[in-house]
């Protein structure tokens, strides 16, 4: 039998070792590693699935039909589908009643204002009134086209928090900022001015916290789970020297981009990723529900 611990395989494991995080076994010589031990009281592995602007009704149809009977049930899974926000009711009615407390519904985005003369914002409120879990905040794309800052992010959340939602706050550096060996800071800073007011929401594990590697993202560079592991393990030691114990064993980290059926068990073998935030896979039901079922 085969041991991983924290990614490494090795051939034997002490008891008392500090830095053990999860420890897999792999039975034979080639099958699937299986969680054994995991530390910090996060038991379930979650995946994100950002739809972005894509899909309208009859394809929402016909994802559901695949996804449905494809998806393996799993209690220690979490999936979060985040449609385009007009679609948010639809999809949650599509959603299989046996799946139902497996699978949930986020919103992309939300308003920093709680109600009022906002012309085309949502508000969280609203948000959770559609039947959403989850609001992303700071996703790539809307820090890039709609320049959300960090306050920004924090005032989004914060409005995530007073309407019973969860959160996926995401976080990444850029190219240059890669180059020029900034990851660390940029991360740290996207937290700290984000998440300063927000504690004890973290120490509840109501805010997971997603790493997109924007250098990885139409560069034509790859973010290997060694990558993504090291800016995972930068996010969870912010949390732990900053916020507490208790918010470092309750926060989910997932990672994103480009996670793909082929390379997930790779990365939820990272002792610090809790799961993964999907983009153009997750838009594939066949390659979503394999993904999802794939990792043990
Ligand atoms: P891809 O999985 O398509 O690389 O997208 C990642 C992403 O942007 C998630 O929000």
């Given at each position: 039998m085969a041991i991983n611990v924290n990614g490494t395989n090795v051939t034997k494991v002490s008891i008392g070792e500090t830095s053990l995080n999860k420890v897999y076994a792999r039975i034979g010589e080639s099958g699937a590693y299986v969680l054994v031990f995991s530390v910090g009281g996060i038991r379930v592995i979650y995946f994100a699935g950002n739809w972005k602007m894509n899909k309208i009704k009859s394809e929402i149809d016909s994802f559901f039909e695949t996804f449905n009977t494809d998806l393996t049930l799993n209690g220690q899974k979490s999936v979060i589908i985040f449609p385009p926000a007009c679609y948010l009711d639809y999809v949650k009615s599509k959603i299989a009643p046996n799946l139902s407390g497996m699978v949930s519904v986020g919103i992309q985005d939300i308003s920093a204002r709680k109600s009022g003369a906002y012309t085309g914002q949502i508000s969280a409120n609203m948000a959770k009134d559609c039947g959403c879990s989850v609001a992303m905040i700071g996703e790539a794309e809307v820090r890039e086209y709609f320049g959300d800052t960090n306050a920004v992010c924090g005032e989004k959340l914060a409005m995530a928090m007073q309407s019973n939602l969860k959160a996926i706050y995401c976080v990444g550096e850029n190219l240059s900022e890669r180059d020029n060996g900034q990851t660390q800071s940029v991360i740290e800073t996207q937290l700290s001015e984000a998440l300063g007011d927000l504690y004890t929401y973290l120490n509840e594990g109501r805010i997971m916290i997603a790493y997109e590697p924007l250098w990885a993202i139409g560069t034509g560079k790859t973010a290997t789970p060694q990558d993504l592991e090291e800016a995972c393990e930068i996010i969870r030691l912010w949390i732990r020297n900053h916020v507490s114990d208790e918010a470092y064993g309750n926060s989910p980290v997932l990672a994103g981009g480009s996670v793909t059926p082929a390379n997930i068990q790779q990365i939820i073998a990272m002792p610090d990723i809790n799961g993964g935030l999907v983009g153009?896979?997750?838009?594939y039901a066949d390659r979503f529900a394999a993904m999802i079922n794939e990792v043990q």
């Open positions: 153009g896979a997750s838009t």
